[in-house]
């Protein structure tokens, strides 16, 4: 595996308390927020984030920021384009928990082939992506709505 050379940007994040119902904070403040387990996985549902909450939305933003790039370096209009993510976590089979991941992505601009080739570019450009490629599943979707 290729090593990270010339970082351009590290944070920091802290988690105390009790787990998924604690409270993580970002070195610069950010993010300082109480956590809470949803319903479906037998917790309170307080109207909190969670983990998948936050990985979904950093997912899917920086999953857009990497289409931009690719667009850009393509000279492809986007349009009003929009990337959703949907994580879902359950078991592994082997005792633990896994992430699976569903992206959907909207780009109004481009027909529908050259918006699948911008996605599958933009999946190997973003940084999510390759951290979670061949470690957890990732399905890309172009939708034309």
Same mark, same amino acid.
């Given at each position: 595996?290729?090593?990270?050379?010339?970082?351009?940007?590290?944070?920091?994040?802290?988690?105390?308390?009790?787990?998924?119902?604690?409270?993580?904070?970002?070195?610069?403040?950010?993010?300082?927020?109480?956590?809470?387990?949803?319903?479906?996985?037998?917790?309170?549902?307080?109207?909190?984030?969670?983990?998948?909450?936050?990985?979904?939305?950093?997912?899917?933003?920086?999953?857009?920021? @990497?289409?931009?790039? *690719?667009?850009?370096?393509?000279? $492809?209009?986007? &349009?009003?384009?929009? =990337?959703?993510?949907? /994580? %879902?976590?359950?078991?592994?089979?082997?005792?633990?928990?896994?992430?699976?991941?569903?992206?959907?992505?909207?780009?109004?601009?481009?027909?529908?082939?050259?918006?699948?080739?911008?996605?599958? @570019?933009?999946?190997? *450009?973003?940084?999510?992506?390759? $951290?979670?490629? &061949?470690?957890?599943? =990732?399905?890309?979707? /172009? %939708?034309?709505?």
């Amino acid at each position: 595996m290729p090593e990270l050379t010339n970082p351009l940007y590290t944070i920091e994040a802290l988690a105390t308390g009790d787990g998924r119902n604690g409270h993580v904070t970002s070195a610069t403040g950010r993010i300082d927020t109480d956590l809470a387990v949803p319903k479906e996985m037998g917790g309170s549902g307080a109207n909190l984030p969670n983990p998948e909450e936050l990985f979904a939305a950093g997912y899917a933003a920086c999953f857009h920021s @990497a289409l931009q790039v *690719v667009a850009r370096s393509q000279k $492809a209009e986007l &349009g009003d384009s929009s =990337v959703g993510a949907r /994580v %879902s976590i359950g078991s592994n089979g082997a005792g633990g928990f896994g992430l699976a991941v569903e992206l959907e992505v909207v780009i109004p601009a481009q027909p529908h082939d050259a918006a699948q080739a911008l996605a599958e @570019a933009a999946h190997q *450009v973003c940084p999510y992506s390759n $951290a979670t490629r &061949g470690n957890i599943p =990732v399905t890309v979707t /172009v %939708s034309d709505d």
